[in-house]
């Protein structure tokens, strides 16, 4: 057998688990080579993670009461943790491991989040959902995706702070769009409209990181006239960046 296999052709899996107990921290480095694995602790604990550290490639799957334990300790978690902890919850739930209900709930913990790359998990689950859903299910997704990402939304507001890094610019144009787009949000849609017709104006820059977001979510409101525009500009582009800026944006409109 290959090396890091049993004889019956089972994977032997390092675990890193980390758990609150009254203690404090506990971390256990364990390795799962059987159907079952118990980890003794001093006591029982609040919450505990499995994949500590998010070395592992393999997906988790909590009891309902660990989950929802964890799920309030999130600013005890790293962003990798947490990133994981969304990503493989959307596996189970996709695979009926675990409901779509449970998952959407699990999301609702999050509208504090801060990372990039957790908020890129999230919406990324909506988009799927977006795609496979029923149209007459479509509001009630988009009232979801609004309630989810307004709090994010409006801490970042629509202009960049000075000493801002790149990837919290970066995020304000994920989550605009993602507003914009998958939460149908009048107010986002209003407002790109206005910042577009003023940068097509040369009437006040636009964040780069925001004109994106901006022209996606003009597409997905927009009707012939911008069709034809947009086809214009992606025509007369004077960038590769604004080519396919415009050319993806096409895609966009419904």
């Given at each position: 057998?290959?090396?890091?296999e049993?004889?019956?052709?089972?994977w032997?899996i390092p675990i890193?688990?980390r758990a609150?107990?009254?203690?404090g921290?506990?971390?256990?480095?364990?390795l799962?080579d059987?159907?079952?694995l118990?980890v003794p602790?001093p006591?029982a604990p609040?919450?505990a993670i499995?994949n500590?550290?998010?070395?592992?490639?393999?997906?988790?799957?909590?009891a309902?009461?660990?989950?929802?334990?964890?799920?309030?300790?999130?600013p005890?978690?790293s962003?990798?943790e947490?990133?994981?902890?969304?990503?493989?919850?959307f596996?189970l739930?996709?695979?009926?491991?675990?409901s779509?209900?449970?998952?959407?709930?699990?999301s609702?913990?999050?509208?504090?989040?801060?990372?990039r790359?957790?908020?890129?998990?999230?919406?990324?689950?909506?988009?799927?959902l977006?795609?496979?859903i029923?149209p007459?299910?479509?509001?009630?997704?988009?009232?979801?995706?609004r309630?989810r990402?307004?709090?994010?939304?409006?801490?970042?507001?629509?202009?960049a702070?000075?000493d801002?890094?790149?990837?919290?610019?970066?995020?304000?144009?994920?989550?605009?769009?993602a507003?914009?787009?998958?939460?149908?949000?009048p107010?986002?849609q209003?407002?790109?409209?206005?910042l577009?017709?003023?940068?097509?104006?040369?009437?006040?820059a636009?964040?780069a990181?925001?004109l994106?977001?901006?022209?996606?979510?003009?597409?997905?409101?927009?009707?012939?006239?911008?069709?034809?525009?947009?086809?214009e500009?992606?025509?007369?582009?004077?960038t590769?960046?604004?080519?396919?800026?415009?050319?993806?944006?096409?895609?966009?409109?419904r």
């Amino acid at each position: 057998h290959r090396c890091g296999e049993d004889a019956a052709g089972r994977w032997r899996i390092p675990i890193v688990l980390r758990a609150w107990v009254k203690r404090g921290i506990i971390e256990k480095h364990v390795l799962l080579d059987g159907d079952d694995l118990v980890v003794p602790l001093p006591a029982a604990p609040d919450w505990a993670i499995v994949n500590a550290g998010g070395h592992g490639f393999y997906r988790v799957s909590y009891a309902p009461p660990l989950l929802k334990k964890l799920s309030g300790a999130l600013p005890r978690l790293s962003p990798i943790e947490r990133f994981n902890l969304v990503s493989d919850g959307f596996a189970l739930a996709q695979s009926g491991a675990m409901s779509a209900t449970e998952y959407l709930e699990l999301s609702a913990r999050f509208t504090e989040e801060t990372d990039r790359n957790v908020w890129a998990a999230i919406t990324g689950s909506f988009a799927y959902l977006n795609r496979v859903i029923a149209p007459e299910h479509r509001s009630g997704l988009e009232a979801l995706v609004r309630h989810r990402l307004t709090t994010a939304v409006e801490r970042l507001g629509w202009e960049a702070e000075p000493d801002e890094s790149e990837l919290l610019r970066q995020l304000r144009g994920d989550l605009l769009r993602a507003m914009g787009v998958l939460g149908n949000d009048p107010v986002t849609q209003e407002r790109a409209r206005e910042l577009y017709a003023r940068q097509r104006a040369g009437d006040g820059a636009v964040d780069a990181n925001v004109l994106p977001a901006i022209i996606a979510i003009v597409a997905a409101v927009g009707g012939e006239a911008e069709y034809a525009e947009f086809w214009e500009r992606f025509r007369a582009a004077r960038t590769p960046q604004e080519e396919q800026r415009y050319l993806f944006a096409l895609a966009g409109f419904r």
